[in-house]
Protein backbone atom coordinates (compact mmCIF):
# COMPACT_ATOMS: atom_id res chain seq x y z
CA UNK A 1 0.00 0.00 0.00
CA UNK A 2 2.88 2.43 0.77
CA UNK A 3 4.48 2.25 -2.72
CA UNK A 4 1.53 3.78 -3.82
CA UNK A 5 2.22 7.01 -2.42
CA UNK A 6 5.83 6.67 -3.07
CA UNK A 7 7.26 9.47 -5.54
CA UNK A 8 3.93 11.74 -4.53
CA UNK A 9 5.26 15.22 -3.32
CA UNK A 10 4.85 15.55 0.40
CA UNK A 11 5.26 19.36 0.83
CA UNK A 12 6.55 22.36 -0.56
CA UNK A 13 9.77 22.87 0.06
CA UNK A 14 11.11 26.64 0.16
CA UNK A 15 14.14 28.18 -1.47
CA UNK A 16 16.84 29.57 0.51
CA UNK A 17 16.58 32.99 -0.66
CA UNK A 18 13.94 33.51 -2.81
CA UNK A 19 11.42 36.88 -2.42
CA UNK A 20 8.49 38.35 -3.79
CA UNK A 21 7.61 41.75 -3.17
CA UNK A 22 4.67 43.02 -3.92
CA UNK A 23 3.20 46.57 -3.78
CA UNK A 24 0.32 45.23 -1.11
CA UNK A 25 0.02 42.58 1.30
CA UNK A 26 1.10 39.80 -0.92
CA UNK A 27 -2.03 37.45 -0.19
CA UNK A 28 -4.14 39.64 -2.60
CA UNK A 29 -2.50 38.15 -5.34
CA UNK A 30 -0.58 34.90 -4.59
CA UNK A 31 -2.46 31.44 -1.89
CA UNK A 32 0.36 31.64 0.83
CA UNK A 33 1.01 29.07 2.85
CA UNK A 34 2.91 28.35 6.08
CA UNK A 35 6.33 26.47 5.87
CA UNK A 36 7.71 23.91 7.94
CA UNK A 37 9.76 26.19 9.50
CA UNK A 38 6.72 28.82 10.07
CA UNK A 39 7.70 31.56 7.22
CA UNK A 40 5.23 32.46 4.94
CA UNK A 41 5.26 30.35 1.14
CA UNK A 42 4.16 31.30 -1.81
CA UNK A 43 2.72 28.13 -3.51
CA UNK A 44 3.73 28.97 -6.79
CA UNK A 45 7.28 27.82 -8.45
CA UNK A 46 9.57 30.94 -9.97
CA UNK A 47 7.65 30.55 -13.25
CA UNK A 48 4.37 30.58 -12.15
CA UNK A 49 4.99 33.98 -10.03
CA UNK A 50 7.18 35.43 -13.24
CA UNK A 51 3.88 34.90 -15.20
CA UNK A 52 1.90 36.92 -12.88
CA UNK A 53 3.93 39.78 -13.10
CA UNK A 54 5.06 39.10 -9.80
CA UNK A 55 8.78 41.00 -8.71
CA UNK A 56 10.98 37.90 -7.65
CA UNK A 57 14.65 38.59 -5.86
CA UNK A 58 16.76 35.69 -5.22
CA UNK A 59 19.21 36.77 -1.86
CA UNK A 60 22.04 34.79 -2.20
CA UNK A 61 25.16 34.42 0.48
CA UNK A 62 28.39 34.86 -0.85
CA UNK A 63 31.11 33.31 1.45
CA UNK A 64 33.84 35.72 0.33
CA UNK A 65 32.05 38.82 1.10
CA UNK A 66 32.80 37.20 4.96
CA UNK A 67 36.77 36.23 3.77
CA UNK A 68 37.17 40.16 2.83
CA UNK A 69 35.55 41.04 5.77
CA UNK A 70 37.59 38.60 8.29
CA UNK A 71 40.79 39.60 6.64
CA UNK A 72 39.97 43.33 6.82
CA UNK A 73 39.08 43.00 10.77
CA UNK A 74 41.87 40.64 10.92
CA UNK A 75 44.60 43.88 9.46
CA UNK A 76 42.78 45.99 12.08
CA UNK A 77 43.40 44.63 14.49
CA UNK A 78 47.42 44.48 13.81
CA UNK A 79 46.77 47.94 13.06
CA UNK A 80 46.61 48.12 9.59
CA UNK A 81 43.48 49.69 8.06
CA UNK A 82 42.36 49.52 4.46
CA UNK A 83 40.09 52.58 3.60
CA UNK A 84 36.97 51.26 0.84
CA UNK A 85 36.32 54.20 -0.34
CA UNK A 86 40.45 54.53 -1.70
CA UNK A 87 40.73 51.00 -2.55
CA UNK A 88 41.40 50.48 -6.02
CA UNK A 89 42.38 46.42 -6.29
CA UNK A 90 41.41 47.17 -9.82
CA UNK A 91 44.65 49.21 -10.42
CA UNK A 92 47.10 47.27 -8.34
CA UNK A 93 49.99 45.92 -10.49
CA UNK A 94 51.04 43.48 -8.43
CA UNK A 95 47.37 41.70 -8.34
CA UNK A 96 46.47 42.12 -11.91
CA UNK A 97 49.97 40.00 -12.41
CA UNK A 98 49.14 36.94 -9.80
CA UNK A 99 46.17 36.75 -11.79
CA UNK A 100 47.89 36.96 -15.17
CA UNK A 101 50.40 33.97 -13.57
CA UNK A 102 47.00 31.71 -11.92
CA UNK A 103 48.08 32.59 -8.31
CA UNK A 104 44.64 32.81 -7.03
CA UNK A 105 44.20 29.69 -5.15
CA UNK A 106 41.56 31.39 -2.70
CA UNK A 107 40.35 34.08 -4.68
CA UNK A 108 36.79 34.23 -5.07
CA UNK A 109 35.42 32.06 -8.36
CA UNK A 110 38.69 32.36 -10.27
CA UNK A 111 40.27 29.56 -8.14
CA UNK A 112 39.23 26.29 -9.67
CA UNK A 113 41.67 24.33 -11.59
CA UNK A 114 39.86 25.40 -14.78
CA UNK A 115 39.92 29.49 -14.17
CA UNK A 116 43.38 28.84 -12.68
CA UNK A 117 44.56 27.04 -16.23
CA UNK A 118 42.98 29.73 -18.07
CA UNK A 119 44.69 32.46 -16.51
CA UNK A 120 47.64 31.23 -17.13
CA UNK A 121 46.95 29.94 -20.86
CA UNK A 122 45.58 33.81 -21.58
CA UNK A 123 48.19 35.59 -19.21
CA UNK A 124 45.74 38.41 -18.69
CA UNK A 125 44.69 39.64 -15.29
CA UNK A 126 43.22 42.42 -15.66
CA UNK A 127 39.92 43.35 -14.76
CA UNK A 128 38.65 43.59 -18.46
CA UNK A 129 39.73 40.11 -18.92
CA UNK A 130 39.08 38.44 -15.59
CA UNK A 131 35.07 39.84 -16.28
CA UNK A 132 35.42 37.95 -19.59
CA UNK A 133 37.18 34.57 -17.89
CA UNK A 134 33.76 34.68 -15.46
CA UNK A 135 31.74 34.18 -17.99
CA UNK A 136 33.42 32.47 -20.90
CA UNK A 137 34.24 29.51 -18.04
CA UNK A 138 30.73 28.01 -18.16
CA UNK A 139 31.17 24.46 -18.90
CA UNK A 140 28.89 24.47 -22.24
CA UNK A 141 31.31 26.35 -23.69
CA UNK A 142 34.78 24.36 -23.60
CA UNK A 143 35.27 24.38 -27.49
CA UNK A 144 34.86 27.77 -27.64
CA UNK A 145 37.67 28.48 -24.92
CA UNK A 146 40.34 27.07 -26.77
CA UNK A 147 39.56 29.36 -29.94
CA UNK A 148 38.81 32.71 -27.81
CA UNK A 149 42.74 31.92 -26.13
CA UNK A 150 44.26 31.54 -29.51
CA UNK A 151 42.65 34.51 -30.78
CA UNK A 152 43.34 36.17 -27.82
CA UNK A 153 46.92 35.09 -28.94
CA UNK A 154 46.94 37.07 -31.80
CA UNK A 155 45.55 34.71 -33.96
CA UNK A 156 43.93 35.98 -37.10
CA UNK A 157 39.99 36.08 -36.78
CA UNK A 158 37.06 37.41 -38.33
CA UNK A 159 33.54 38.58 -37.15
CA UNK A 160 31.25 35.70 -37.88
CA UNK A 161 28.82 38.25 -39.79
CA UNK A 162 29.65 42.18 -40.08
CA UNK A 163 25.87 42.86 -38.11
CA UNK A 164 28.05 41.24 -34.89
CA UNK A 165 31.25 43.00 -35.26
CA UNK A 166 30.40 45.66 -32.92
CA UNK A 167 28.40 43.39 -30.49
CA UNK A 168 31.43 40.80 -30.10
CA UNK A 169 34.58 42.36 -30.65
CA UNK A 170 35.49 42.96 -27.18
CA UNK A 171 35.25 39.20 -26.54
CA UNK A 172 37.12 39.08 -29.63
CA UNK A 173 34.09 37.49 -31.68
CA UNK A 174 33.04 34.59 -29.44
CA UNK A 175 29.49 35.12 -27.90
CA UNK A 176 30.42 35.30 -24.18
CA UNK A 177 27.49 36.75 -21.45
CA UNK A 178 23.43 36.27 -21.71
CA UNK A 179 22.86 39.45 -23.37
CA UNK A 180 25.16 38.55 -26.35
CA UNK A 181 22.71 35.94 -26.81
CA UNK A 182 19.29 38.21 -27.27
CA UNK A 183 21.71 40.91 -28.96
CA UNK A 184 22.63 38.07 -31.68
CA UNK A 185 18.79 37.30 -32.28
CA UNK A 186 18.13 41.21 -32.69
CA UNK A 187 21.06 41.69 -34.93
CA UNK A 188 20.78 38.38 -37.58
CA UNK A 189 17.10 37.65 -36.98
CA UNK A 190 15.15 40.43 -36.43
CA UNK A 191 14.07 39.15 -33.03
CA UNK A 192 12.09 41.96 -31.05
CA UNK A 193 13.41 42.31 -27.55
CA UNK A 194 10.48 40.45 -26.38
CA UNK A 195 11.36 37.39 -28.39
CA UNK A 196 15.31 37.56 -28.01
CA UNK A 197 14.92 37.69 -24.09
CA UNK A 198 12.65 35.15 -24.11
CA UNK A 199 15.33 33.06 -26.33
CA UNK A 200 17.76 33.47 -23.75
CA UNK A 201 15.60 31.73 -21.27
CA UNK A 202 14.90 28.97 -23.47
CA UNK A 203 18.81 27.90 -23.77
CA UNK A 204 19.77 28.85 -20.49
CA UNK A 205 16.96 27.23 -18.99
CA UNK A 206 16.42 23.97 -21.05
CA UNK A 207 13.11 24.63 -21.52
CA UNK A 208 11.73 21.90 -23.64
CA UNK A 209 13.15 20.66 -27.24
CA UNK A 210 9.59 22.03 -28.54
CA UNK A 211 9.37 25.23 -27.56
CA UNK A 212 13.46 25.72 -28.66
CA UNK A 213 12.67 24.33 -31.82
CA UNK A 214 10.02 27.16 -32.38
CA UNK A 215 12.45 29.46 -31.29
CA UNK A 216 15.33 27.90 -33.47
CA UNK A 217 13.00 28.06 -36.80
CA UNK A 218 12.33 31.52 -35.86
CA UNK A 219 16.04 32.26 -35.84
CA UNK A 220 17.41 30.41 -38.77
CA UNK A 221 13.81 31.88 -41.29
CA UNK A 222 14.57 35.55 -39.62
CA UNK A 223 18.47 35.34 -40.59
CA UNK A 224 17.93 33.65 -44.28
CA UNK A 225 15.22 37.13 -44.89
CA UNK A 226 18.22 38.96 -44.09
CA UNK A 227 20.58 37.59 -46.63
CA UNK A 228 23.09 35.59 -43.57
CA UNK A 229 24.64 32.56 -45.16
CA UNK A 230 23.17 29.03 -44.07
CA UNK A 231 27.21 28.26 -42.56
CA UNK A 232 27.19 31.40 -40.95
CA UNK A 233 23.36 30.84 -39.24
CA UNK A 234 25.15 27.27 -37.91
CA UNK A 235 27.68 28.55 -36.33
CA UNK A 236 26.22 31.09 -34.32
CA UNK A 237 23.50 28.94 -33.50
CA UNK A 238 25.49 25.86 -32.28
CA UNK A 239 27.35 29.13 -30.55
CA UNK A 240 24.55 30.28 -28.57
CA UNK A 241 23.49 26.99 -27.45
CA UNK A 242 26.58 26.81 -25.26
CA UNK A 243 24.76 29.01 -22.61
CA UNK A 244 22.56 25.76 -21.99
CA UNK A 245 23.05 25.51 -17.85
CA UNK A 246 23.90 28.63 -16.32
CA UNK A 247 25.80 31.47 -17.91
CA UNK A 248 26.07 35.06 -16.77
CA UNK A 249 25.14 38.47 -17.89
CA UNK A 250 27.86 40.96 -17.80
CA UNK A 251 26.89 43.14 -14.56
CA UNK A 252 26.86 39.98 -13.20
CA UNK A 253 30.77 39.22 -14.41
CA UNK A 254 31.81 42.61 -13.24
CA UNK A 255 29.98 42.46 -10.14
CA UNK A 256 31.71 38.94 -9.26
CA UNK A 257 35.07 40.06 -10.88
CA UNK A 258 35.56 43.24 -8.69
CA UNK A 259 35.12 40.49 -5.59
CA UNK A 260 37.75 38.72 -7.11
CA UNK A 261 39.75 41.44 -7.35
CA UNK A 262 39.64 42.15 -3.58
CA UNK A 263 39.82 39.36 -2.59
CA UNK A 264 43.23 38.83 -5.04
CA UNK A 265 44.37 42.03 -3.38
CA UNK A 266 44.01 40.87 -0.02
CA UNK A 267 46.04 37.48 -1.25
CA UNK A 268 49.18 39.18 -2.51
CA UNK A 269 49.57 42.35 0.08
CA UNK A 270 48.24 40.83 3.40
CA UNK A 271 48.69 36.69 2.27
CA UNK A 272 48.53 35.32 6.00
CA UNK A 273 45.33 37.48 6.95
CA UNK A 274 43.95 36.44 3.70
CA UNK A 275 44.64 33.01 3.68
CA UNK A 276 43.30 32.87 7.78
CA UNK A 277 40.23 34.14 6.75
CA UNK A 278 39.75 31.68 3.66
CA UNK A 279 40.23 28.87 6.30
CA UNK A 280 37.82 30.51 8.68
CA UNK A 281 35.35 30.51 6.57
CA UNK A 282 36.14 26.87 5.38
CA UNK A 283 37.75 27.01 2.23
CA UNK A 284 35.95 27.24 -1.46
CA UNK A 285 36.65 24.70 -3.76
CA UNK A 286 38.97 23.05 -1.61
CA UNK A 287 39.66 20.93 1.56
CA UNK A 288 41.60 22.94 4.28
CA UNK A 289 44.47 20.43 3.46
CA UNK A 290 44.87 22.18 0.43
CA UNK A 291 44.90 25.87 1.65
CA UNK A 292 47.45 24.92 4.29
CA UNK A 293 49.95 23.52 1.47
CA UNK A 294 49.41 26.56 -0.74
CA UNK A 295 49.88 28.94 2.35
CA UNK A 296 53.31 27.23 3.21
CA UNK A 297 54.37 27.75 -0.96
CA UNK A 298 53.42 31.26 -0.55
CA UNK A 299 56.31 31.56 2.29
CA UNK A 300 53.82 31.66 5.53
CA UNK A 301 54.45 30.28 8.67
CA UNK A 302 51.94 28.42 10.24
CA UNK A 303 51.29 27.83 14.46
CA UNK A 304 49.13 25.68 16.27
CA UNK A 305 46.50 25.18 17.44
CA UNK A 306 48.14 26.55 20.38
CA UNK A 307 46.57 26.95 23.94
CA UNK A 308 47.73 30.45 24.37
CA UNK A 309 48.09 31.37 20.59
CA UNK A 310 44.34 30.01 18.59
CA UNK A 311 41.62 31.36 18.41
CA UNK A 312 38.00 30.05 17.68
CA UNK A 313 38.94 31.16 14.06
CA UNK A 314 41.84 31.40 12.34
CA UNK A 315 44.09 34.48 12.59
CA UNK A 316 47.20 36.20 11.59
CA UNK A 317 50.09 37.81 13.00
CA UNK A 318 52.67 39.62 10.72
CA UNK A 319 52.91 36.34 7.67
CA UNK A 320 52.14 33.64 10.46
CA UNK A 321 48.81 32.15 10.25
CA UNK A 322 47.79 31.07 13.90
CA UNK A 323 45.46 27.55 13.20
CA UNK A 324 42.21 28.11 15.46
CA UNK A 325 40.12 25.75 17.06
CA UNK A 326 38.06 25.69 15.03
CA UNK A 327 40.48 23.27 13.36
CA UNK A 328 40.63 20.46 15.77
CA UNK A 329 38.05 17.48 15.24
CA UNK A 330 36.25 16.09 18.12
CA UNK A 331 36.59 19.61 20.20
CA UNK A 332 33.50 20.49 21.83
CA UNK A 333 32.30 24.39 20.67
CA UNK A 334 31.96 24.19 25.17
CA UNK A 335 35.68 23.29 25.62
CA UNK A 336 37.00 26.00 23.10
CA UNK A 337 35.10 28.38 24.09
CA UNK A 338 35.66 27.83 27.58
CA UNK A 339 39.73 27.63 26.92
CA UNK A 340 39.49 31.22 25.65
CA UNK A 341 37.06 32.78 28.40
CA UNK A 342 39.27 31.48 30.95
CA UNK A 343 42.92 32.68 28.79
CA UNK A 344 41.16 35.90 28.59
CA UNK A 345 40.22 36.27 31.86
CA UNK A 346 43.24 34.78 33.93
CA UNK A 347 45.91 35.25 31.11
CA UNK A 348 48.09 32.65 29.26
CA UNK A 349 48.33 28.75 30.69
CA UNK A 350 51.88 28.12 32.32
CA UNK A 351 51.87 24.67 32.58
CA UNK A 352 49.53 21.41 32.01
CA UNK A 353 48.59 21.17 35.52
CA UNK A 354 47.53 24.97 35.51
CA UNK A 355 45.40 23.56 32.53
CA UNK A 356 43.32 21.32 34.55
CA UNK A 357 43.27 23.73 37.90
CA UNK A 358 41.74 26.49 35.57
CA UNK A 359 39.54 24.56 33.33
CA UNK A 360 37.49 21.79 32.90
CA UNK A 361 37.58 19.86 30.11
CA UNK A 362 35.99 16.44 29.36
CA UNK A 363 38.41 13.81 28.55
CA UNK A 364 36.91 13.71 24.63
CA UNK A 365 38.38 17.59 24.97
CA UNK A 366 42.01 16.85 26.54
CA UNK A 367 42.42 13.90 23.87
CA UNK A 368 41.40 15.84 20.89
CA UNK A 369 43.62 18.98 22.05
CA UNK A 370 46.88 16.83 22.80
CA UNK A 371 46.21 14.94 19.58
CA UNK A 372 46.01 18.45 17.81
CA UNK A 373 49.45 19.38 19.68
CA UNK A 374 47.33 22.18 21.23
CA UNK A 375 49.78 22.05 24.56
CA UNK A 376 53.18 21.25 22.63
CA UNK A 377 54.18 24.85 24.00
CA UNK A 378 53.63 23.90 27.51
CA UNK A 379 55.55 20.36 27.71
CA UNK A 380 58.26 20.81 24.21
CA UNK A 381 59.32 17.40 23.92
CA UNK A 382 57.05 15.75 25.60
CA UNK A 383 55.92 12.78 24.11
CA UNK A 384 51.81 13.41 23.32
CA UNK A 385 50.70 10.07 25.08
CA UNK A 386 52.78 11.83 28.18
CA UNK A 387 50.68 14.98 28.16
CA UNK A 388 47.44 12.82 28.40
CA UNK A 389 48.71 11.35 31.75
CA UNK A 390 49.85 14.57 32.63
CA UNK A 391 46.32 16.68 31.51
CA UNK A 392 43.89 13.54 32.86
CA UNK A 393 46.12 13.09 36.12
CA UNK A 394 45.77 16.58 37.41
CA UNK A 395 41.92 16.77 36.04
CA UNK A 396 41.87 14.04 38.36
CA UNK A 397 43.75 15.69 41.29
CA UNK A 398 42.39 19.02 40.39
CA UNK A 399 38.56 17.44 40.73
CA UNK A 400 39.62 16.27 44.14
CA UNK A 401 41.31 19.50 45.40
CA UNK A 402 38.63 21.30 44.36
CA UNK A 403 36.91 19.42 47.41
CA UNK A 404 39.56 20.22 49.70
CA UNK A 405 41.37 17.08 49.42
CA UNK A 406 44.72 15.82 48.36
CA UNK A 407 46.65 19.04 47.92
CA UNK A 408 50.42 17.44 48.38
CA UNK A 409 49.65 15.14 45.79
CA UNK A 410 48.73 17.83 43.36
CA UNK A 411 51.52 20.20 44.19
CA UNK A 412 53.92 16.84 43.37
CA UNK A 413 52.45 16.75 39.55
CA UNK A 414 52.94 20.54 39.19
CA UNK A 415 56.22 20.27 40.39
CA UNK A 416 56.91 17.06 37.68
CA UNK A 417 55.36 19.68 35.24
CA UNK A 418 56.76 22.84 35.16
CA UNK A 419 60.55 20.92 35.37
CA UNK A 420 59.92 19.52 32.09
CA UNK A 421 58.71 22.68 30.32
CA UNK A 422 62.10 23.63 30.44
CA UNK A 423 62.91 21.50 27.69
CA UNK A 424 64.38 23.73 25.03
CA UNK A 425 64.50 21.20 21.93
CA UNK A 426 61.35 19.69 20.42
CA UNK A 427 62.00 16.54 18.71
CA UNK A 428 60.30 15.58 15.68
CA UNK A 429 56.83 13.34 16.06
CA UNK A 430 56.61 9.97 15.90
CA UNK A 431 54.42 8.26 12.70
CA UNK A 432 52.02 7.53 15.47
CA UNK A 433 51.43 11.09 17.34
CA UNK A 434 51.60 12.44 13.33
CA UNK A 435 48.87 10.13 11.94
CA UNK A 436 46.79 10.84 15.27
CA UNK A 437 47.30 14.69 14.43
CA UNK A 438 46.77 14.24 10.88
CA UNK A 439 43.09 11.96 12.06
CA UNK A 440 42.13 15.09 14.23
CA UNK A 441 42.79 17.94 11.72
CA UNK A 442 42.54 17.21 8.17
CA UNK A 443 46.19 18.24 7.53
CA UNK A 444 49.73 17.92 9.35
CA UNK A 445 51.02 21.21 11.36
CA UNK A 446 54.32 21.72 10.13
CA UNK A 447 54.66 19.04 7.06
CA UNK A 448 52.79 17.49 3.87
CA UNK A 449 50.53 14.61 4.53
CA UNK A 450 52.99 12.26 2.17
CA UNK A 451 55.03 12.55 4.85
CA UNK A 452 52.78 9.94 6.68
CA UNK A 453 54.20 7.32 4.32
CA UNK A 454 58.29 9.02 4.05
CA UNK A 455 59.86 5.72 4.98
CA UNK A 456 57.76 3.52 2.48
CA UNK A 457 58.31 5.78 -0.52
CA UNK A 458 61.78 6.85 -0.27
CA UNK A 459 62.98 4.43 -2.83
CA UNK A 460 60.25 5.57 -5.87
CA UNK A 461 61.62 7.28 -8.67
CA UNK A 462 59.85 10.03 -9.77
CA UNK A 463 60.65 13.45 -10.23
CA UNK A 464 58.37 16.53 -8.40
CA UNK A 465 55.81 18.10 -9.67
CA UNK A 466 58.23 21.64 -9.14
CA UNK A 467 60.33 20.74 -11.92
CA UNK A 468 57.56 19.29 -14.57
CA UNK A 469 58.54 21.93 -17.13
CA UNK A 470 61.53 20.74 -17.64
CA UNK A 471 59.78 17.64 -19.37
CA UNK A 472 57.74 19.01 -21.96
CA UNK A 473 56.42 16.14 -24.09
CA UNK A 474 57.97 13.09 -21.85
CA UNK A 475 56.51 10.46 -19.81
CA UNK A 476 57.01 11.42 -15.84
CA UNK A 477 55.99 9.55 -12.76
CA UNK A 478 54.95 11.84 -9.70
CA UNK A 479 53.62 11.20 -5.87
CA UNK A 480 50.14 12.64 -6.27
CA UNK A 481 47.92 13.71 -3.27
CA UNK A 482 44.30 14.21 -4.31
CA UNK A 483 43.37 17.85 -4.34
CA UNK A 484 40.17 17.86 -5.84
CA UNK A 485 38.90 16.54 -8.86
CA UNK A 486 36.02 17.46 -11.69
CA UNK A 487 34.12 14.73 -14.01
CA UNK A 488 33.11 16.01 -17.40
CA UNK A 489 31.34 14.65 -20.40
CA UNK A 490 32.63 14.23 -23.85
CA UNK A 491 30.60 14.65 -26.98
CA UNK A 492 30.06 11.02 -27.51
CA UNK A 493 28.35 10.89 -23.70
CA UNK A 494 32.24 9.16 -22.24
CA UNK A 495 33.15 10.16 -18.74
CA UNK A 496 36.22 11.87 -18.46
CA UNK A 497 38.07 13.49 -15.22
CA UNK A 498 40.24 16.66 -14.67
CA UNK A 499 41.99 16.13 -11.11
CA UNK A 500 44.74 18.56 -9.31
CA UNK A 501 47.27 16.16 -6.79
CA UNK A 502 49.88 18.09 -5.40
CA UNK A 503 53.60 16.41 -4.03
CA UNK A 504 55.59 17.98 -1.19
CA UNK A 505 56.50 20.99 -3.89
CA UNK A 506 53.92 22.02 -5.58
CA UNK A 507 50.11 21.63 -7.13
CA UNK A 508 49.42 19.87 -10.22
CA UNK A 509 46.66 19.53 -13.27
CA UNK A 510 46.03 16.35 -14.68
CA UNK A 511 43.21 15.06 -17.20
CA UNK A 512 42.17 10.94 -17.43
CA UNK A 513 40.85 10.56 -20.88
CA UNK A 514 37.80 8.26 -20.77
CA UNK A 515 39.43 4.66 -20.97
CA UNK A 516 41.95 5.65 -18.21
CA UNK A 517 39.31 7.30 -16.16
CA UNK A 518 37.35 4.36 -16.38
CA UNK A 519 40.23 1.80 -15.71
CA UNK A 520 41.15 3.51 -12.50
CA UNK A 521 38.38 6.37 -11.21
CA UNK A 522 38.08 4.04 -7.93
CA UNK A 523 41.61 4.87 -6.67
CA UNK A 524 40.58 8.48 -6.85
CA UNK A 525 38.08 8.83 -3.96
CA UNK A 526 40.21 8.31 -0.96
CA UNK A 527 43.04 10.33 0.61
CA UNK A 528 45.61 8.21 -0.14
CA UNK A 529 49.16 8.67 -1.83
CA UNK A 530 49.08 7.66 -5.47
CA UNK A 531 51.92 7.19 -7.73
CA UNK A 532 50.82 9.05 -11.62
CA UNK A 533 52.21 8.38 -14.65
CA UNK A 534 51.96 10.41 -17.54
CA UNK A 535 52.68 12.71 -20.32
CA UNK A 536 54.04 16.50 -19.97
CA UNK A 537 51.07 18.41 -22.21
CA UNK A 538 51.45 22.03 -23.06
CA UNK A 539 47.64 23.00 -23.47
CA UNK A 540 48.07 27.03 -24.75
CA UNK A 541 50.86 27.89 -22.50
CA UNK A 542 48.85 25.67 -18.98
CA UNK A 543 51.42 22.30 -18.35
CA UNK A 544 49.24 19.30 -17.31
CA UNK A 545 49.97 15.81 -17.44
CA UNK A 546 48.07 13.54 -19.39
CA UNK A 547 47.24 10.51 -17.39
CA UNK A 548 48.50 6.88 -18.43
CA UNK A 549 48.51 5.01 -15.16
CA UNK A 550 47.76 5.55 -11.93
CA UNK A 551 48.93 3.46 -9.14
CA UNK A 552 48.55 3.30 -5.42
CA UNK A 553 52.28 4.74 -4.02
CA UNK A 554 52.52 2.43 -0.59
CA UNK A 555 51.61 -1.02 -2.84
CA UNK A 556 53.56 0.10 -5.37
CA UNK A 557 57.19 0.70 -3.25
CA UNK A 558 56.46 -2.85 -1.60
CA UNK A 559 56.38 -4.00 -4.87
CA UNK A 560 59.78 -2.95 -5.81
CA UNK A 561 62.65 -5.74 -5.87
CA UNK A 562 64.97 -5.23 -2.36
CA UNK A 563 68.45 -4.61 -2.99
CA UNK A 564 70.92 -6.98 -1.00
CA UNK A 565 72.97 -5.55 1.41
CA UNK A 566 76.45 -5.97 0.46
CA UNK A 567 78.75 -7.21 3.66
Keep these: ?18 MVITPDPICRYAPIETSVEGYPLLTWEKEGTEAAGLVKIDLLGNRSLAVIR ?23 QRTIEALARGDS ?23 AHIVIHSSIIRP ?77 QQFFNGCRCNGVEEETIKQVWAMMLSFDGYSFCKPHSASYAMVSFQSAYLRVHHPAAFMAAVLSNQGGYYRPQAYISESRRMGLGLEGP ?40 GGLYASLTEVCDRLHLCREDIVALVGAGAFDSLAPGRPRSSQVRILLSSRHVAEIS ?33 LEEFQILGFLRAHHPLLLWRRELSCLRRIQASGIAAFLNRRVTLLGWPVTQKEVWTKDGLSMDFVSFEDESALYETVLFPQVFERYRTLLFGQQPLLVTGMVRNDQGALNIEVLEIRPAVQSAANLPKTRERG
Aim: include cysteine.
Design 306 to 345: DVNLSRYRYHSAGSTVIIGLMAVGRLSATGARQLIEERER
Design 70 to 92: DALADLHDQGIDIDPLLWQPTED
Design 140 to 216: AANKYIAEYVRRLKGGPWNALHPRLAYILDETYGILCYQEDVSKTAMALAGFNEADADKLRKVIAKKAGAAKLALYE
Design 402 to 434: RQETLFPVQSKLRLQDRQTTDLSTTSMRSDAEL
Design 105 to 127: MGVFYIESPAMRQLQKKTGKGDF
Design 1 to 18: AASRIEGLPRGLSMHCGG
